[in-house]
């Protein structure tokens, strides 16, 4: 989905990996290890154990920071009328962007440094994560200049005069750090979901169809769909057949691991999640085939966190997030 700086970001969480065969993910340069049982007997490869350091790194630093600087992005934008312009002084509501803390770039600066230069290399993710570094690296003095210039109220005394110098470079830092995004996010999404889709395969032939298996495959569906239905020209037809595989292997993992223990209340909030999901995508698929407008206010509400409406890219994206919370709970 593209990304624009006038319109807030649907930045979709990345599911973190798990090693293969119900390995627990080993931990690399400050990646989140993923919840597990040790399998000795069908551990993973140092391969495999090696590409799910890297990626969960990797998904560590976009799901820290990309959704929160993109909201910074939107933060500071939609009080400005001309954005190419910048602000005249005569606005009445005025917001500052987010600052980066040093506690937000230790989860991207380390990490993906260790990241870039461990093995598997990737040449087009590891150049992507590399930039998408920089990106947010040029952007934090001049966030926080501004952050603190709006959040203090400064352009009260100075009649906006710094907020003019500051808006420039500001926009300038933004703009790259939405190319660097866009890039980033793609190449990531490409090896992540690779690289879930052979763990499936290992998870089965090695297991069965256990509780991890179910979620992955789970996960697989709800991106699909993501993907598939965040623009309204989808195809209605294999939105119809997402969904009803999506409700397939739902209703097969409530019947088979739904009330094993240990872990059944996560699996409870994992299941409310699939559901919620679920039934947004009805909705979707409702409102996009029977082409039912928005209100003036639900279209005011398309880029709410939290109101966007029923049937909308906006709030199928919501349950999606919410989902991969519950997924990485697990």
């Not at 294999?238 to 094993?260: C, P």
């Not at 279209?299 to 109101?307: A, E, I, Y």
């Amino acid at each position: 989905m593209s990304r624009t700086l006038s319109v807030a970001a649907l930045a979709a969480s990345l599911s973190l990996i798990l090693t293969a065969c119900g390995g627990k993910a080993p931990t690399a340069a400050g990646g989140a290890a993923a919840s597990g049982t040790p399998d000795t007997s069908a551990a993973p490869s140092d391969t495999q154990q090696q590409l799910t350091a890297k990626l969960n790194a990797y998904i560590g630093c976009f799901n820290a920071l990309d959704s929160k600087t993109h909201g910074s992005i939107q933060s500071y934008t939609r009080w400005i009328k001309d954005v190419d312009a910048g602000p005249t002084g005569r606005e009445t509501h005025v917001y500052g962007p987010f600052e980066i803390s040093d506690y937000d770039m230790k989860q991207c600066d380390a990490p993906v440094t260790g990241a870039i230069a461990a093995k598997p290399a990737l040449a087009e993710l590891d150049a992507a994560a590399g930039h998408y570094q920089q990106a947010l690296k040029a952007l934090v003095p001049v966030s926080k200049d501004a952050h603190d210039y709006y959040d203090r109220q400064d352009y009260e005394d100075d009649q906006f005069a710094k907020g003019k110098q500051l808006h420039a470079p500001l926009m300038a830092a933004f703009k790259d750090f939405v190319a660097a995004s866009e890039t980033f996010n793609a190449e990531l999404e490409r090896q992540n979901d690779a690289a879930q889709r052979e763990q499936l395969k290992a998870l089965e032939q090695a297991e069965g169809r256990t509780r991890e298996y179910y979620r992955l495959a789970m996960m697989l569906e709800a991106k699909a769909i993501m993907d598939l239905m965040s623009e309204d020209d989808f195809d209605q037809a294999k939105a119809r057949e997402r969904l009803d595989a999506f409700n397939r292997i739902s209703d097969e993992a409530h019947a088979k691991v739904a009330d094993q223990e240990p872990g059944k209340s996560d699996w409870e909030g994992f299941e409310r999640g699939a559901e919620n999901f679920r039934r947004e995508g009805k909705e979707r698929l409702q409102r996009v085939s029977e082409k039912k407008p928005y209100t003036d206010f639900e279209r005011r509400m398309l880029d709410s966190p939290s109101m966007a409406p029923r049937g909308s890219a906006s709030k199928l994206m919501q349950e999606y997030n919410s989902l991969v919370f519950q997924s990485n709970r697990q």
